[in-house]
T-cell receptor
Framework: DQQVKQNSPSLSVQEGRISILNCDYT??????FLWYKKYPAEGPTFLIS?????DKNEDGRFTVFLNKSAKHLSLHIVPSQPGDSAVYFC????????????FGKGTKLSVKP | SQTIHQWPATLVQPVGSPLSLECTVE??????LYWYRQAAGRGLQLLFY??????ISSEVPQNLSASRPQDRQFILSSKKLLLSDSGFYLC???????????FGQGTRLTVV
């Protein structure tokens, strides 16, 4: 049973437009959520995170929104750039889990010039 | 600053052969250490984690084992590889619970 779901395996966006990547979770005990970006043959790199006490966190072009009642979070990238093309993983953890992250399957973002 | 090293980057091994992947972290003490696997068409699956020397927790029963002989060293092993062990293996560290994990560059393992 998948606790973290990314239902869109791929997303294609025009350069300069907004990219919205979605993630749903089922475990209400999760209290910390992260987004990672991964290029082929490389390890994932941390992008942005949000604690369950917040509903929004912004860092430059990247904003993560959390809707706890819907158990849904999203990553917005504005404006999208060709260099943003990568696989984006949503991850969740809960306090006391020793930092273990539960990952979604990822969404491949393609930003077209 | 903290760095994480993982090697080798790629590995091709025959079925039934042993495996040893090594990961070391620099610039931090007593990190939590993790082994993840990304198999084709799947997300990142946590295999093992360790909160201290000699302390290993397994998340998924399988053909692999892990060891932490030193504070900043984490080793993934197998006595006999299976075809299904092929995948992209990632080592990661974190400073503790509820903080982001930082990943190594990964090892592409192909079992033939």
């Amino acid at each position: 049973d998948q606790q973290v779901k990314q239902n869109s395996p791929s997303l294609s966006v025009q350069e300069g437009r907004i990219s919205i990547l979605n993630c749903d979770y089922t475990n209400s005990m999760f209290d910390y959520f992260l987004w990672y970006k991964k290029y082929p043959a490389e390890g994932p790199t941390f992008l942005i995170s949000i604690s369950s006490i917040k509903d929004k966190n912004e860092d430059g072009r990247f904003t993560v929104f959390l809707n706890k009642s819907a158990k849904h979070l999203s990553l917005h990238i504005v404006p999208s750039q060709p260099g943003d093309s990568a696989v984006y993983f949503c991850a969740a953890s809960r306090q006391g889990s020793q930092g273990n992250l539960i990952f979604g399957k990822g969404t491949k973002l393609s930003v077209k010039p | 600053s903290q760095t994480i090293h993982q090697w080798p980057a790629t590995l091709v091994q025959p079925v039934g052969s042993p495996l040893s992947l090594e990961c070391t972290v620099e610039g931090t003490s007593n990190p939590n250490l993790y082994w993840y696997r990304q198999a084709a068409g799947r997300g990142l699956q946590l295999l093992f984690y360790s909160v201290g020397i000699g302390q290993i927790s397994s998340e998924v029963p399988q053909n692999l084992s892990a060891s932490r002989p030193q504070d900043r060293q984490f080793i993934l092993s197998s006595k006999k590889l299976l075809l299904s062990d092929s995948g992209f293996y990632l080592c990661a560290w974190s400073a503790g619970a509820s903080t982001e994990a930082f990943f190594g560059q990964g090892t592409r393992l192909t079992v033939v």
